[in-house]
């Protein structure tokens, strides 16, 4: 619908979009379409309203206006109720097919998940999955996913189900070409790497340096990949969960780390979709494979690139 027969539902998701990521580009990402196409409904919502309806705040960010506050929740509510209806109709889905979308975190699809997922489709050709590797949290409640590889504190985030995986243990893991650098080194101090996106960012560091003195913390990222490629190329420590560590033929484990992070592993879905029969099916075949992997992720299997016995 163009612009002057007034606002479609094109244009409510991309007010939406606007709002929940604070950019054009960011927004252009979460709908997969160009950041033109963004800023062009926008200025045409905002002609067909003849109000302006975001502005920059202090940081930059997109924020609504009094009459863009109004719109969105109108938006809300409307998506709000289009998804519920949603779920509630492929909540009935009985059939062991169409689209299935399942959202990890980077570390858990690429190594943790993948050879479930590959198992399952094998049983299952007819469904159709759809592999969202990210590390930003897809919500279940918007149908940004049916289900969902998550950490958790303790229990399911609220208003969702699912099974508990295990616990996420972390690990000090180094590259075993250059293990002897590391072991052998009593005077200049060896680098570490952290991750920039978390919260326990400085705690790690922490870590580092109350049981390794001569450690320096030099590169960091948000990206488990990124950092696993740099601790392969030189004397460096790294602190992986083990579901990850685990699966890099390159690195061995020197020690689990005993600090208690809390992290529980779940596969979630919405309540709605419980008994939808592709949601229902993976929940089961791929839940217990991942729970036959309980004692790596917890790190009780004795590994066989273990540094030490």
């Not at 094998?122 to 759809?130: F, Q, S, T, V, Y």
Request: proline share 6%.
């Amino acid at each position: 619908m163009n612009a002057p027969h007034g606002m479609d539902w094109d244009d409510a998701r991309v007010l939406l979009a606007l709002s929940r990521h604070g950019s054009v580009r960011a927004a252009a990402r979460s709908l997969q379409v160009s950041h033109t196409t963004v800023s062009r409904r926008l200025a045409n919502l905002e002609d067909v309203l003849g109000a302006r309806i975001l502005d920059r705040g202090q940081t930059g960010q997109l924020v609504p206006t009094p009459e863009g506050a109004e719109l969105l929740s109108a938006a809300e509510i409307a998506e709000a109720q289009l998804n519920e209806a949603q779920r509630r109709i492929q909540g009935r889905d009985t059939r062991l097919s169409g689209v299935l979308r399942v959202s990890a975190y980077e570390s858990a699809t690429s190594m943790l998940l993948r050879p479930h997922i590959e198992a399952f489709h094998a049983n299952h050709p007819d469904i159709e999955l759809e592999l969202i590797e990210t590390n930003e949290t897809a919500s279940l409640t918007r149908r940004e996913a049916d289900i969902a590889l998550r950490y958790a504190l303790k229990d399911p985030p609220m208003g969702l189900v699912g099974r508990r995986i295990g616990r996420s243990v972390y690990a000090l893991y180094a590259a075993r070409e250059y293990l002897p650098e590391i072991l052998n080194n009593t005077d200049g101090p060896i680098e570490t790497l952290c991750y920039t996106d978390q919260p326990v960012t400085l705690r790690q560091e922490d870590w580092f340096r109350e049981r390794f003195p001569n450690t320096i913390n030099t590169l960091r990222s948000n990206s488990p990949a990124v950092l696993t490629a740099l601790a392969k190329t030189g004397p460096r420590l790294i602190r992986l969960p083990c579901l990850y560590g685990e699966f890099v033929p390159e690195l061995v484990r020197l020690q689990i780390d005993p600090t208690d992070w809390g992290h529980e592993v779940w596969l979630l879905t919405h309540p709605d979709l419980r008994h939808t029969a592709r949601v229902a099916a993976f929940m089961t075949f791929v839940g217990d494979r991942l729970i036959s992997e309980r004692d790596l992720m917890e790190g009780r299997r004795p590994s066989s690139k273990l540094a030490f016995p």
